[in-house]
Protein backbone atom coordinates (compact mmCIF):
# COMPACT_ATOMS: atom_id res chain seq x y z
CA UNK A 1 0.00 0.00 0.00
CA UNK A 2 0.98 3.73 -0.68
CA UNK A 3 0.39 6.81 1.44
CA UNK A 4 2.11 9.75 1.49
CA UNK A 5 2.17 12.50 4.33
CA UNK A 6 3.29 16.00 4.43
CA UNK A 7 4.42 17.07 7.34
CA UNK A 8 3.87 20.50 7.61
CA UNK A 9 -0.13 21.52 6.61
CA UNK A 10 1.28 25.46 6.33
CA UNK A 11 4.71 26.80 5.87
CA UNK A 12 5.55 30.81 6.51
CA UNK A 13 8.87 32.06 5.10
CA UNK A 14 10.40 35.28 4.77
CA UNK A 15 11.25 36.74 0.95
CA UNK A 16 14.52 36.05 0.35
CA UNK A 17 15.28 33.29 2.77
CA UNK A 18 15.47 29.04 2.45
CA UNK A 19 12.14 26.96 1.69
CA UNK A 20 11.40 23.54 3.01
CA UNK A 21 8.52 21.66 2.59
CA UNK A 22 8.72 17.98 4.04
CA UNK A 23 7.16 14.85 2.66
CA UNK A 24 7.62 11.23 3.78
CA UNK A 25 6.00 8.62 1.64
CA UNK A 26 5.75 4.62 1.84
CA UNK A 27 5.35 2.14 -1.23
CA UNK A 28 5.91 -0.81 -1.93
CA UNK A 29 7.05 -0.58 -4.84
CA UNK A 30 10.36 1.68 -6.08
CA UNK A 31 7.82 4.44 -6.04
CA UNK A 32 7.73 7.69 -8.83
CA UNK A 33 7.91 10.52 -7.04
CA UNK A 34 6.35 14.15 -7.69
CA UNK A 35 6.02 17.60 -6.55
CA UNK A 36 3.17 19.96 -7.80
CA UNK A 37 2.17 23.04 -7.02
CA UNK A 38 -1.11 24.90 -6.81
CA UNK A 39 -1.86 28.63 -7.09
CA UNK A 40 -5.22 29.53 -5.69
CA UNK A 41 -8.10 28.39 -8.83
CA UNK A 42 -5.70 27.21 -10.82
CA UNK A 43 -4.76 23.36 -11.55
CA UNK A 44 -1.55 22.06 -10.83
CA UNK A 45 1.87 22.65 -12.48
CA UNK A 46 4.75 20.06 -12.13
CA UNK A 47 7.72 21.34 -10.36
CA UNK A 48 9.91 18.61 -10.90
CA UNK A 49 9.66 14.42 -10.46
CA UNK A 50 12.03 11.48 -9.24
CA UNK A 51 12.27 8.29 -11.23
CA UNK A 52 14.90 6.14 -10.02
CA UNK A 53 17.46 8.04 -11.73
CA UNK A 54 19.30 10.83 -9.75
CA UNK A 55 18.27 11.09 -5.81
CA UNK A 56 18.80 14.90 -6.16
CA UNK A 57 16.29 16.59 -8.38
CA UNK A 58 16.25 19.77 -9.94
CA UNK A 59 12.94 21.07 -10.91
CA UNK A 60 11.75 24.67 -12.42
CA UNK A 61 11.89 27.57 -10.45
CA UNK A 62 14.82 26.93 -8.17
CA UNK A 63 12.97 24.30 -6.54
CA UNK A 64 15.26 20.93 -5.81
CA UNK A 65 14.04 17.45 -3.91
CA UNK A 66 16.38 14.97 -2.80
CA UNK A 67 15.05 11.22 -2.47
CA UNK A 68 16.24 9.97 0.58
CA UNK A 69 15.08 6.37 0.33
CA UNK A 70 16.68 5.06 4.36
CA UNK A 71 14.64 7.58 5.45
CA UNK A 72 11.65 7.51 3.11
CA UNK A 73 11.36 11.29 2.37
CA UNK A 74 11.24 13.56 -0.80
CA UNK A 75 11.38 16.96 1.16
CA UNK A 76 11.37 19.82 -1.54
CA UNK A 77 13.41 22.98 -1.51
CA UNK A 78 14.08 26.30 -2.35
CA UNK A 79 17.46 28.56 -1.60
CA UNK A 80 15.70 31.67 -1.66
CA UNK A 81 11.58 32.27 -1.51
CA UNK A 82 10.06 34.39 -3.75
CA UNK A 83 6.96 36.26 -3.17
CA UNK A 84 5.36 34.77 -6.43
CA UNK A 85 6.13 31.05 -4.86
CA UNK A 86 3.24 31.22 -2.17
CA UNK A 87 1.03 29.00 -2.97
CA UNK A 88 -0.12 24.89 -2.43
CA UNK A 89 2.08 22.58 -2.58
CA UNK A 90 1.36 18.74 -3.36
CA UNK A 91 3.93 15.90 -2.74
CA UNK A 92 2.45 12.83 -5.00
CA UNK A 93 3.58 9.56 -4.60
CA UNK A 94 2.81 6.81 -8.02
CA UNK A 95 3.67 3.25 -8.14
CA UNK A 96 3.99 1.09 -11.61
CA UNK A 97 0.22 0.69 -11.79
CA UNK A 98 -0.65 4.68 -12.06
CA UNK A 99 -2.06 4.52 -8.78
CA UNK A 100 -1.11 7.57 -7.58
CA UNK A 101 -1.55 9.41 -3.86
CA UNK A 102 -2.07 12.62 -3.49
CA UNK A 103 -0.14 14.55 -0.04
CA UNK A 104 -2.59 16.88 1.71
CA UNK A 105 -0.91 19.58 0.39
CA UNK A 106 1.46 22.47 2.59
CA UNK A 107 0.35 26.11 2.12
CA UNK A 108 3.31 28.00 1.46
CA UNK A 109 2.87 32.28 2.82
CA UNK A 110 5.61 34.16 1.61
CA UNK A 111 6.42 37.68 3.97
CA UNK A 112 7.75 40.68 2.22
CA UNK B 1 3.99 19.66 -24.74
CA UNK B 2 1.44 17.42 -22.86
CA UNK B 3 -0.80 20.24 -22.81
CA UNK B 4 -4.42 19.14 -21.11
CA UNK B 5 -7.25 21.62 -21.27
CA UNK B 6 -10.51 21.60 -19.93
CA UNK B 7 -14.10 23.31 -20.86
CA UNK B 8 -16.12 24.86 -19.14
CA UNK B 9 -13.56 26.54 -16.92
CA UNK B 10 -16.40 27.40 -14.57
CA UNK B 11 -19.91 26.44 -14.60
CA UNK B 12 -22.83 27.09 -12.16
CA UNK B 13 -26.23 25.09 -12.88
CA UNK B 14 -29.28 24.89 -10.97
CA UNK B 15 -30.10 21.82 -8.51
CA UNK B 16 -31.26 18.21 -10.30
CA UNK B 17 -29.26 19.41 -14.24
CA UNK B 18 -26.76 17.42 -15.54
CA UNK B 19 -23.41 19.29 -16.59
CA UNK B 20 -20.64 17.64 -19.07
CA UNK B 21 -16.87 18.46 -18.17
CA UNK B 22 -14.65 17.80 -21.26
CA UNK B 23 -10.73 17.09 -20.69
CA UNK B 24 -8.55 17.21 -23.98
CA UNK B 25 -4.83 16.09 -24.73
CA UNK B 26 -3.97 18.94 -27.18
CA UNK B 27 -0.95 17.76 -28.31
CA UNK B 28 -0.44 13.76 -27.42
CA UNK B 29 -2.41 10.55 -27.37
CA UNK B 30 -3.62 10.30 -23.74
CA UNK B 31 -3.92 6.24 -23.13
CA UNK B 32 -5.25 6.81 -19.54
CA UNK B 33 -6.87 9.80 -17.86
CA UNK B 34 -8.14 10.51 -14.43
CA UNK B 35 -10.34 12.61 -12.67
CA UNK B 36 -10.32 14.28 -9.70
CA UNK B 37 -12.41 16.22 -7.27
CA UNK B 38 -11.10 18.95 -4.79
CA UNK B 39 -13.05 20.67 -1.81
CA UNK B 40 -11.89 24.34 -1.16
CA UNK B 41 -8.58 24.14 0.88
CA UNK B 42 -8.17 20.43 0.42
CA UNK B 43 -6.19 18.17 -1.24
CA UNK B 44 -6.89 15.99 -4.16
CA UNK B 45 -9.04 13.07 -4.38
CA UNK B 46 -8.58 10.70 -7.16
CA UNK B 47 -12.50 9.76 -8.31
CA UNK B 48 -12.24 7.59 -10.89
CA UNK B 49 -9.17 6.54 -13.58
CA UNK B 50 -10.71 5.81 -17.72
CA UNK B 51 -8.78 4.25 -20.38
CA UNK B 52 -9.62 4.52 -23.94
CA UNK B 53 -12.80 2.48 -25.44
CA UNK B 54 -13.02 0.97 -22.07
CA UNK B 55 -15.17 1.45 -18.62
CA UNK B 56 -13.74 3.49 -16.25
CA UNK B 57 -12.67 2.51 -12.79
CA UNK B 58 -14.24 4.03 -9.61
CA UNK B 59 -12.63 4.92 -6.76
CA UNK B 60 -14.64 3.35 -3.82
CA UNK B 61 -17.50 5.83 -2.53
CA UNK B 62 -17.89 7.25 -5.55
CA UNK B 63 -21.49 6.84 -7.58
CA UNK B 64 -20.96 5.61 -11.29
CA UNK B 65 -24.55 6.38 -11.88
CA UNK B 66 -23.72 10.53 -11.03
CA UNK B 67 -20.45 10.73 -12.41
CA UNK B 68 -20.80 9.16 -16.05
CA UNK B 69 -17.05 9.03 -17.44
CA UNK B 70 -16.46 8.91 -21.15
CA UNK B 71 -13.35 8.16 -22.54
CA UNK B 72 -14.05 7.80 -26.11
CA UNK B 73 -10.96 9.30 -27.61
CA UNK B 74 -7.40 8.97 -26.76
CA UNK B 75 -7.49 12.84 -27.22
CA UNK B 76 -10.70 13.55 -25.11
CA UNK B 77 -12.43 12.49 -22.03
CA UNK B 78 -15.89 13.20 -20.61
CA UNK B 79 -17.30 13.75 -17.42
CA UNK B 80 -21.29 14.19 -16.60
CA UNK B 81 -22.43 15.18 -13.03
CA UNK B 82 -25.91 13.63 -13.62
CA UNK B 83 -28.59 15.45 -11.43
CA UNK B 84 -26.50 17.71 -9.49
CA UNK B 85 -26.74 18.94 -6.21
CA UNK B 86 -25.20 21.44 -4.30
CA UNK B 87 -23.08 18.87 -2.40
CA UNK B 88 -21.22 18.26 -5.73
CA UNK B 89 -20.07 21.86 -6.02
CA UNK B 90 -16.50 21.23 -6.69
CA UNK B 91 -13.03 21.98 -8.55
CA UNK B 92 -12.81 18.92 -10.40
CA UNK B 93 -9.48 18.53 -11.90
CA UNK B 94 -8.59 15.94 -15.00
CA UNK B 95 -4.87 14.74 -16.17
CA UNK B 96 -3.71 12.73 -18.81
CA UNK B 97 -1.36 10.52 -19.07
CA UNK B 98 1.23 8.56 -21.65
CA UNK B 99 0.22 5.33 -20.11
CA UNK B 100 3.35 2.58 -21.60
CA UNK B 101 4.86 5.05 -23.28
CA UNK B 102 6.23 6.73 -20.66
CA UNK B 103 9.40 5.55 -18.28
CA UNK B 104 7.51 7.26 -15.22
CA UNK B 105 3.73 7.95 -14.20
CA UNK B 106 3.70 11.38 -15.02
CA UNK B 107 0.35 13.18 -15.24
CA UNK B 108 -0.59 15.90 -17.25
CA UNK B 109 -3.25 18.18 -15.73
CA UNK B 110 -5.81 20.47 -16.71
CA UNK B 111 -6.54 23.80 -15.70
CA UNK B 112 -9.87 22.52 -13.32
CA UNK B 113 -13.20 23.09 -14.05
CA UNK B 114 -15.23 25.16 -10.70
CA UNK B 115 -18.61 23.63 -10.81
CA UNK B 116 -21.19 25.51 -8.55
CA UNK B 117 -24.37 23.77 -8.32
CA UNK B 118 -27.62 26.66 -7.21
Known amino acids: AQSVTQLDSHVSVSEGTPVLLRCNYS??????LFWYVQHPNKGLQLLLKYTSAATLVKGINGFEAEFKKSETSFHLTKPSAHMSDAAEYFCVVSDGGFKTIFGAGTRLFVKA | GAVVSQHPSRVICKSGTSVKIECRSL??????MFWYRQFPKQSLMLMATSNEGSKATYEQGVEKDKFLINHASLTLSTLTVTSAHPEDSSFYIC??????????????FGPGTRLTVL
Open chain 1, 27 to 32: SSYSPS
Open chain 2, 27 to 32: DFQATT
Open chain 2, 95 to 108: SASLGARSSYNEQF
